[in-house]
């Protein structure tokens, strides 16, 4: 069974940073494509970035240069280090992998950006 976990939402001023964790099990992220997604109020679900096997990354223009995703083998977690944050980075932040031909997603973590 698949379990994603996120944690290190919270509230932060613009300009600020944070770093959010997925723990996950049953998988190993290093043989995993694992990705970040988040959802606003009412706004549809939005892709963020994702990191290969490979380590190879990519991410959406809006948090290019100041989104970093990453990954712990031992740890078997992916993190998202977000600096420079903005009022429009607040959002649900959500952990995605695909394994098998099932996809996972995890309960998700607050982010709220605001002074």
């Known amino acids: 069974q698949v379990h994603l976990v996120e944690s290190g939402g919270g509230l932060v001023q613009p300009g600020g940073s944070l770093r959010l964790s997925c723990a996950a099990s049953?998988?190993?992220?290093?043989?995993?494509?694992m990705a970040w997604y988040r959802q606003a109020p009412g706004k549809q679900r939005e892709w963020v970035t994702f990191?290969?096997?490979?380590?190879?990354?990519a991410y959406t223009g809006s948090v290019r240069g100041r989104f970093a995703i990453s990954r712990d083998n031992a740890k078997n977690t992916v993190y998202l280090q977000m600096n420079g944050l903005k009022s429009e980075d607040t959002a649900v932040y959500l952990c995605?992998?695909?394994?098998?031909?099932?996809?996972?997603w995890g309960q998700g973590t607050q982010v709220t950006v605001s002074s």
């Open positions: 990191i290969k096997p490979d380590r190879n990354t």
């Open positions: 995605n992998t695909v394994h098998g031909d099932r996809t996972y």
């Open positions: 049953g998988i190993a992220v290093s043989d995993s494509f």
